[in-house]
């Protein structure tokens, strides 16, 4: 019988989902290998032919270590909680649990028609209330721990509380807020409740602080860097501004130097780790606190009132209006400093604006607020800014320096303020430039001081020649040592990375779990995780501004008590997910001792570059921390990350006609006559296009516009323009897997994927080369079969040719496969079965080893095969790869070329063990040679062993 994909495809994935032929077990001999995908966001349009790209080489690299006798996990799930789902449910007004679940089904099924070996018992689905119970219970082991910078390592807060109760906040070395309090185990003792919650929030891993963040009011939330683009929303195109809000974040900026040293330690591309790098930021320098000139009325009062709160409990991370504190990595430029810029986000902008400078301070930061932050970071030409009107002074040589904003400034950078330094930066250069600002050469500031009093003697000020003489470390540490014996200044390092806002103002999203009391945050009781969504009446923001869960009916704390609103942002679930696919089922732990102690970490990861500085950096921040309360293993999450390509579509174009008036008509032109018309260019449906031919009567029926449509075709046809894009349902140039494994099959698919070209490129789709993976199907279907199509294979000797052959292949896979180059395994398989259909190979042995090496791509095929060749194991899952033979690729003869007088004549098999004479004795006693020679008599024999034979007559 002919090669029936159909239904031999459904016979086998109904037999691996029956005999759960996937599943891994914890408990196993053999060594263990961990394959994991990003797993998807199901949305509503399905899987198309790009998204499936890593899931198969993974799958492929899967299935190969199994035949290579590991115990593999390779599960799949869905990241199942966003903001996609919670507009559709505003705009429908349907559940997001119901459209998640209609989703996730329809992608469940589009997986298993592609025959991926998942362990389906272990999938996970982030918004699952079993699977967030345990992203909640990791939220409140955050809650309860801090930062020990003795230990370099998280510890429980309870360890905290033991410090303040024996020595107070002294000797304290911790990662928390600026404006901890010092004080005594007395003080500590006498501290109420509140305060004591108060003050153990300033070094929590989770924390409560007022952060400016990415509002959009069309959406109601808080948006993420990566999700605005241009100053709007990446979903809906709706504007972003900067706001300043109370919001959840999480100290990642205590694991930045364990965060660095470990991408040292990876298998990682290096573009990603540079990426990382280049997020955390690590910036050695010195903080500089620059005083406050306060401006004066004219009865000589100050202007400006420090209006700041001293109750502890209320006021969290504000200091005394009394300096500004400034992060610079060149403090030797301290004395070529010529103004301070503050971001216009900045919390002291408002008290340091003067009422004549207030309206231009109030319209530059209604501006800001239009940019993202990462817009503000990336736009190095524009020069901007404002004047507040107040002064700051030089803590170096007491010069009065005046006082900007500017949106180049970011609040979460260093301190949000910044020393202008025109003489030895470009953009400051440019910035007093424009605004007409003094540019301070060292050697002015050096002749300035020259002529006053000697500052030096009061031991205050210095000059510039302070550091004269010195190299550059020399003038460094010698300046940070005079900072600090001052009390104006340190060594610091500093961090671009800072800490991560976790609250979303969401329905679709986590519940935190946490409630309210006297204004400040408690966690609900473990064993009452987990904290469910409740049922809202729509998914909207409250009509006085709270976030959605600010609907919930008597939803409160012990019926008293009110819950935090915000939900977790969608990082929070894929950010551990995979310890919870080691051990699922497990109702009482997020995975257990034994589960973690096998598996340990992903040995293989594959997915997108786009989550280098969101995903990926939060997983391995999250496994840091989990590792040092003793919870895992190990340090690093993922043992080598691959990034595929993205498979880009391949757009199609018909040309319509306008008339003289520009109106379009309904005629349209073929792409090769085009020029010699006025048209409009359209996208259209690749999927009623074949060899860039148009269907034209699928293009009448696709919309109804174009049921009438008329054509100018070149040679009878409809050619259309071609253009490679990114696949995208706009441009009309999706397809769907669907369409092609109903088609061709999914072993074709899977082979197609793959030879597209390297897995980390990107490259366009074109269906067109589909059809010849479907022919080499065929072919090696034709292998085990004779003219009449029954299986037809023999019990014999294999031959040398069949020996090398098969030989080559397993050698050739074995290495791609290793290395992650499946597409010239494609080829190689092609001209495997080429080979041996030209030596008419029906050999048992031969073609049952080329089963199983061909299996991690086509597994379909080879378990039917492998059943049709007598193995009654049931799969070949877990048959052993062939063993390699390098003997049978040693060539042992060689057809020599055979030329008379420079002239090829023939070629002739000879053993490579011939000497030279043997050789001559053999080429002159061939009768053929012999009727070239005409009896002539050779003057000379020209050989070369193993290349060529010349006979000179």
């Not at 799958?59 to 590991?70: C, E, T, W």
């Not at 903001?83 to 649990?97: C, D, F």
């Not at 573009?271 to 903080?287: D, F, H, L, T, Y």
């Not at 976790?502 to 409630?515: C, H, L």
Request: aromatic letters at 12%; one cysteine or more; proline letters at 4%.
């Amino acid at each position: 019988m002919d090669y029936q994909f159909k239904e031999i495809e459904q016979k086998w994935q109904k037999h691996w989902a029956e005999n759960q032929t996937f599943k891994a077990d914890s408990k196993s001999d053999k060594p263990k290998y961990y394959v994991l995908d990003m797993f998807p966001y199901p949305s509503g349009a399905g899987l198309h032919v790009g998204h499936p790209l890593g899931y198969i080489a993974s799958d492929v690299f899967s299935r190969y270590k199994r035949l290579k006798g590991f115990n593999v996990l390779h599960p799949m799930g869905y990241d199942s909680f966003g903001l996609p789902a919670e507009q559709y449910a505003i705009q429908t007004g349907q559940h997001p649990a119901v459209t998640t679940k209609a989703n996730i089904d329809t992608y469940r099924r589009q997986l298993d028609q592609i025959g991926f070996s998942f362990d389906w018992s272990k999938e996970v689905r982030t918004s699952d209330a079993e699977y967030y119970k345990w992203t909640q219970w990791i939220f409140m082991r955050l809650f309860n721990s801090w930062y020990n910078l003795e230990t370099d390592k998280a510890e429980d807060i309870s360890t905290l509380i033991e410090k303040f109760n024996a020595s107070g906040s002294a000797g304290i070395r911790a990662v928390c807020d600026e404006d901890t309090q010092s004080f005594l185990p007395s003080d500590w003792a006498n501290f109420t409740s509140e305060e004591k919650q108060a003050e153990l929030l300033k070094y929590r891993l989770t924390y409560l602080k007022e952060s400016t963040v990415n509002w959009c009011p069309a959406l109601g939330t808080v948006l993420a860097n990566d999700e605005v683009i241009g100053g709007f929303s990446e979903r809906g195109g709706y504007p972003v501004e900067q706001k300043k809000m109370m919001q959840w974040s999480m100290r990642i900026t205590a694991y930045a130097d364990r965060l660095l040293r470990g991408l040292d330690t990876i298998d990682w591309p290096e573009p990603i780790k540079e990426m990382q790098r280049n997020w955390i930021g690590k910036s050695v320098g010195a903080s500089v606190k620059f005083k406050i000139e306060r401006p004066k009325t004219e009865d000589g009062s100050l202007m400006i009132e420090n209006h700041h709160s001293e109750d502890k409990t209320s006021d969290i991370g504000h200091q005394a209006l009394d300096y500004i504190e400034v992060f610079t990595t060149r403090v030797d430029t301290i004395f070529g400093v010529s103004y301070l810029v503050l971001a216009p986000e900045h919390e002291w902008v408002a008290e340091l604006t003067t009422d004549e400078q207030r309206p231009a301070i109030e319209n530059y930061i209604a501006q800001t607020k239009k940019k993202s932050e990462l817009d503000r970071m990336a736009d190095t030409k524009t020069v901007s800014g404002a004047f507040t009107g107040s002064y700051v002074i030089n803590p170096a040589n007491n010069e009065r320096l005046p006082l900007w904003i500017a949106d180049y400034v970011l609040a979460g950078y260093g301190t949000g303020a910044v020393m202008g330094v025109p003489s030895g930066d470009q953009r400051d250069f440019a910035f007093a430039t424009h605004f007409n600002l003094p540019i301070i050469q060292v050697s002015d500031a050096q002749k300035n001081l020259d002529q006053q009093a000697d500052p030096t003697k009061e031991g205050k000020y210095i000059n510039s020649g302070f550091i004269n003489g010195l190299n550059y470390k020399e003038a460094v540490a010698k300046l940070n040592n005079w900072l600090e014996e001052e009390g104006i200044g340190k060594a610091k390092v500093n961090y671009r990375m800072r800490d991560a806002i976790f609250g979303r103002q969401r329905y679709w999203g986590e519940p935190i779990p946490v409630y309210f009391k006297d204004g400040l945050p408690y966690l609900i009781q473990e064993e009452e995780l987990p904290l469910v969504l409740p049922e809202i009446d729509k998914y909207l923001p409250t009509e006085t501004g709270e976030p959605p869960l600010g609907r919930a009916e008597n939803w409160k704390y012990h019926g008293k008590y009110e819950y935090e609103l915000s939900t977790m942002p969608g990082w929070a679930g894929s950010s551990w997910y995979w310890y919870r696919y080691m051990d699922a089922q497990n109702h009482k732990e997020f995975v257990s001792k034994e589960a973690v102690n096998y598996w340990k970490d992903v040995d293989l990861y594959i997915g997108g570059s786009e989550h280098a500085t969101g995903h990926l950096l939060y997983s391995r921040f999250w496994n840091k921390f989990l590792k040092d309360l003793g919870l895992v293993q190990e340090e690093e999450p993922f043992k080598k990350l691959i990034n595929q390509g993205m498979i880009q579509g391949r757009s199609n174009f018909v040309y319509r006609l306008v008339d003289e008036e520009g109106k379009a008509t309904n005629t349209f032109v073929s792409a090769g006559l085009r020029n010699e018309y006025k048209t409009i260019t359209l996208h259209v449906d690749v999927n009623i296009v074949e060899n860039d031919v148009l269907n034209v009567d699928k293009f009448k029926a696709w919309r109804d516009e174009y049921a009438n449509a008329e054509f100018i075709l070149e040679n009878g046809k409809y050619i259309c323009g071609v253009e490679v894009e990114k696949m995208s349902k706009s441009k009309y140039n999706v397809v769907n897997p669907d369409v092609l494994i109903a088609q061709y099959g999914a072993d074709t698919f899977r082979m197609y994927e793959m030879f597209l070209g390297p897995l980390e490129q990107s490259k366009p789709w074109n269906t067109n080369g589909i059809e010849g993976v479907f022919k080499f199907l065929r072919k090696f279907w034709r292998l085990f079969h004779n003219d009449a199509w029954e299986f037809s294979v023999v019990d014999a000797e294999p031959s040398k040719a069949e020996l090398k052959a098969l030989h080559k292949i397993i050698k050739k896979v074995q290495d791609d496969v290793e290395r992650f180059s499946f597409n010239t395994s494609v080829s190689s398989f092609m001209i495997a079965v080429n080979e041996l259909t030209d030596l008419k190979c029906k050999n048992r042995s031969i073609l049952q080893d080329l089963v199983i090496v061909l299996s991690p791509y086509a597994p379909h095929i080879c378990e039917e095969l492998w059943s049709l060749l007598g193995n009654a194991a049931g799969t070949l899952s877990y048959a052993a790869y062939p063993v390699f033979n390098a003997a049978y690729l040693v060539e042992d003869e060689f057809a020599y070329p055979i030329s008379i007088n420079g002239k090829m004549k023939m070629n002739l098999n000879l053993a490579l063990t011939l000497d030279e004479q043997q050789v001559r004795e053999a080429v002159l006693s061939n009768t053929q040679i012999q009727g070239y020679l005409e009896d002539k008599e050779p003057k000379k024999i020209i050989f070369v062993k193993g290349k060529i034979v010349n006979i000179v007559v």
